[in-house]
């Protein structure tokens, strides 16, 4: 956030009417940073729990995910997850939600296993390494495809509206669902005590 490019945060934006005429599909992996992970970008768990999350993470994070998992989860939500969460929150027009959950590989359902899968490219080296070649790949780029031409025809993906106080959410998966707040823990916590953006 520059103050001039950016003056405040999406969702802030969104929050005060921006794009209210605008219809928002947003969402994001379950596992956004495990891809990170292993292309070596590790970190301080502590200081990143000091420095990036909001008052009372440490507490919340280890009752909601297992000691290894911790700085997976707190820095998916960081980068990805819980920016999405926010912009569904904010939005005041209509808001569809999705989470890609579906794991084809150790990486889990990272950051840009959703790229080759909405854009059909499954034989592409991104998506090679991704999908690890799974046969449930094509299944899962035809609901994508479904979804996101279904979107631009009509405003709607094929799921029930986002609303803040049930969040409901899509769930990509070999068998797709629809759950409300999939991300309940740490979407509460982020959202009553707001994002610090970067500047």
Same mark, same amino acid.
Request: a negative charge.
């Given at each position: 956030?520059?103050?001039?490019?950016?003056?405040?945060?999406?969702?802030?934006?969104?929050?005060?009417?921006?794009?209210?005429?605008?219809?928002?599909?947003?969402?994001?992996?379950?596992?956004?940073?495990?891809?990170?992970? +292993?292309?070596?970008?590790?970190?301080?768990?502590?200081?990143?729990?000091? /420095?990036?999350?909001?008052? @009372?993470?440490?507490?919340?994070?280890?009752?909601?995910?297992?000691?290894?998992?911790?700085?997976?989860?707190?820095?998916?939500?960081?980068?990805?997850?819980?920016?999405? +969460?926010?912009?569904?929150? =904010?939005?005041?027009?209509?808001?569809?939600?999705?989470?890609?959950?579906? +794991?084809?590989? =150790?990486? *889990?359902?990272?950051? *840009?296993?959703?790229?080759?899968? /909405?854009?059909?490219?499954?034989?592409?080296?991104?998506?090679?390494?991704? /999908?690890?070649?799974?046969?449930?790949?094509?299944?899962?780029? +035809? @609901?994508?495809?479904?979804?996101?031409?279904?979107?631009?025809? /009509?405003?709607?993906?094929?799921?029930?509206?986002?609303?803040?106080?049930?969040?409901?959410?899509?769930?990509?998966?070999?068998?797709?669902?629809?759950?409300?707040?999939?991300?309940?823990?740490?979407?509460?916590?982020?959202?009553?005590?707001?994002?610090?953006?970067?500047?």
């Amino acid at each position: 956030m520059d103050g001039e490019v950016l003056p405040e945060t999406p969702w802030e934006a969104l929050a005060d009417g921006a794009a209210c005429d605008v219809d928002l599909l947003v969402g994001f992996t379950r596992d956004e940073y495990a891809l990170f992970l +292993a292309m070596g970008e590790g970190g301080d768990t502590a200081l990143a729990l000091k /420095t990036l999350a909001p008052p @009372q993470a440490g507490v919340v994070y280890r009752t909601a995910y297992p000691e290894a998992e911790l700085h997976l989860r707190l820095m998916s939500d960081w980068l990805f997850r819980m920016p999405s +969460a926010l912009l569904a929150d =904010a939005h005041t027009g209509p808001t569809f939600a999705y989470e890609l959950t579906w +794991a084809p590989t =150790a990486l *889990g359902a990272c950051h *840009g296993l959703d790229v080759p899968l /909405t854009f059909g490219t499954l034989d592409s080296e991104l998506a090679r390494l991704l /999908t690890g070649g799974s046969s449930e790949a094509e299944g899962l780029s +035809a @609901q994508f495809r479904s979804a996101w031409t279904r979107f631009a025809a /009509t405003g709607s993906p094929g799921w029930p509206e986002y609303e803040p106080v049930n969040a409901m959410t899509h769930l990509f998966d070999v068998t797709p669902s629809d759950v409300g707040d999939p991300e309940s823990a740490t979407r509460a916590l982020w959202s009553e005590a707001g994002f610090h953006a970067m500047t």
